[in-house]
């Protein structure tokens, strides 16, 4: 999606109806700094906030989307466009999502490591070969939700048996036996526990 051209759209259609950026985000709850992103193409309205912005503008989600207003002759084909754009954005953020997790993973796994080295090499004293693996678990525990947060919400799990794909809930990664990104979990569909394999599209 052109944010430059929807930001452009927004100025015009707010301009329109005779509102300032302020005006805009007081009717929205957000700040005018954020309609002022939009408008300069830095950044996308969020999705809980789209239908709210497309009443007072008084467009179609489909026009925000396109950054024009969309003629009826051309409606189903270009909201079939936006909608494979946005469908193609999510799995694109997933991929990149995924990737993240697997460098931030490495980095704390070698932090902990390295430090346990230390430990272990060095000639120290109890008590500090003691610190030394704790400072090594904090980056670790820290980031562990992060992580499993990124597997559960990016792209979906596939079901062995039946092939249906979901996204699970945060308790059931978190507890699942897995490999790798292999996890063994409960269908929501089928109702067996299967190893799920993850895959970035629905289908």
């Known amino acids: 999606m052109d944010q430059v051209r929807i930001g452009q759209f927004i100025a015009e259609c707010r301009k329109k109806k005779d509102l300032t950026q302020a005006q805009l985000a007081e009717r929205l709850g957000i700040t005018d700094r954020a309609v002022s992103k939009w408008e300069n193409g830095r950044s996308m309205p969020d999705s809980s906030i789209m239908l709210a912005l497309c009443k007072e503008l008084e467009i179609s989600v489909n026009d925000l989307l396109c950054g024009e207003v ?8 270009e909201l079939e ?6 469908v193609e954005e999510k799995e694109k953020a997933d991929r990149h999502l995924l990737s993240l997790e697997i460098v931030v993973g490495v980095m704390c ?3 902990l490591l390295g430090l346990a080295a230390f430990a272990s090499f060095l000639q120290l004293e109890e008590w500090l070969r003691v610190v ?12 562990l939700p992060f992580l499993i947060k990124i597997e559960q919400t990016a792209g979906y799990y596939e079901c062995k048996e039946c092939g249906h794909r979901y996204v699970p809930t945060f308790k059931s990664v978190f507890w699942a036996a897995h490999m790798g990104r292999t996890r063994k979990m409960r269908c929501p569909n089928c109702h067996k526990k299967t190893w799920q394999k ?4 629905k289908d």
């Open 132 to 143: 030394l693996i704790l400072i090594g678990l904090v980056p670790f525990l820290v980031c």
């Open 198 to 201: 993850k895959r970035i599209s």
């Open 81 to 86: 466009n936006k909608l494979l754009e946005v």
């Open 70 to 77: 969309v003629s009826m002759e051309n409606y189903n084909k």
């Open 109 to 111: 796994v070698a932090i």
